[in-house]
């Protein structure tokens, strides 16, 4: 296993590069950041956007929501590059991996259980489902939320059984998801919306074979964290010649990235053109599962941040507020936002804004209140108001801001 020793602000710079943040939208189109990111986790939670969102606005040009929709559903001008699937998480991966997981689907089919297959007074509940499909077309199963009782969701909260039936079904690849509505699944039959995934569940003998379904998926997870400490069972299905060591200075237990194909590639390409790297002195707020802060451990070794999301802290143990964006800035995370839309109220709330030690507010606040602004423009809101804790500077920037766009008007 090759070793290199780099300096922190190397590990920023590859990181940031890896992770398309380097320059703002940088990147043409939805499908390319999927590809580049490897995948985007989604959520519902729409405090202040919707994360995935979050994630895409600051590296997509022209982004809006509509352009993941279309990537992920198609649209008139284009058919679909990209599906829908648990890795772990809720997730927006390109249709290229799908053939990754169709043997898993079809085992989950084998074994009736909460997540597996269907329980034998579920079976119904899935033919009549499948047959209002096919006589209605998409639906989300609000429409017949009511038909079949309720149970217990894998939440422990109160949820329908047409509801729990319909996940299964999709976890099985025999629904698609044709569309969403407010971020609510519209589900179809596989073969009728997305007949180029569902030719994969038709003959075994194309799918991709376990061994090699593992080690692209290993590798997958492990691109997609760019500086990682690799799982035991890394190593035993990889191979220790895919990892390269990384001794960062000042830091006694190494990080590790996968071995480039070659020298142009990877850590080694960026350690010779580091000099050269310019960024666009713009600050960016983060979703709190961009992969660039979703490792906690890296985010206090590399940059010396530390960050929890903390939506499901309870209210009286948070130290930073439910729905906090961390603040980009060059190759540091200067501050962190605690922000809420109220959109019948036309604004983004500010509950608080604080800086990290060492940073100036005098000299980040013009981008910090830009990039505020910005926020709001792409939520669709028209003003911004502070709440809460928020440096002076900051504040007057914001006002003087808003008050040339109220000029403008």
Known sequence: MQTIRISKDAARAFLIRTFALESWQSLPDTQSAIKALEFVQEDSIPICGRMHDLILWPRVRDYTPQKLADTLYGS??????AFEIHFPNLAALPRTDYPYFVRRKKARTQTPGRWQGLLPEEEPVAEAFLAALDTHGPLSTRRHGNDFGHMLSGWGTRSTVISQVAEKLWLHGKLGIAHRKN???????LERIAPDLAQWHADDATLPEPEETARHLARKRLKAKALF???RDDFATLGESAFCKVEVDGLTKPWYALSPPSEEGGLLGLLRDEAGWVQDGEAKLLAPLDPLIYDRQRNREIFDFDYTWEVYVPAAKRKWGY???PLLLGDRLIGRVDLKRETKADTLQVLSLS?????EAQAVAGTVALCLKNLASFLEVSKVIVMGTCPADICKSLAALLDIERAKR
């Open 183 to 189: 971020f609510e699944r519209y589900f179809d039959r």
């Open 355 to 359: 800086l990290e030690a060492g940073v």
């Open 76 to 81: 008139e001008s284009s058919p679909a590059s």
């Open 229 to 231: 400490r690799p799982r």
């Open 323 to 325: 729905y906090v964006l």
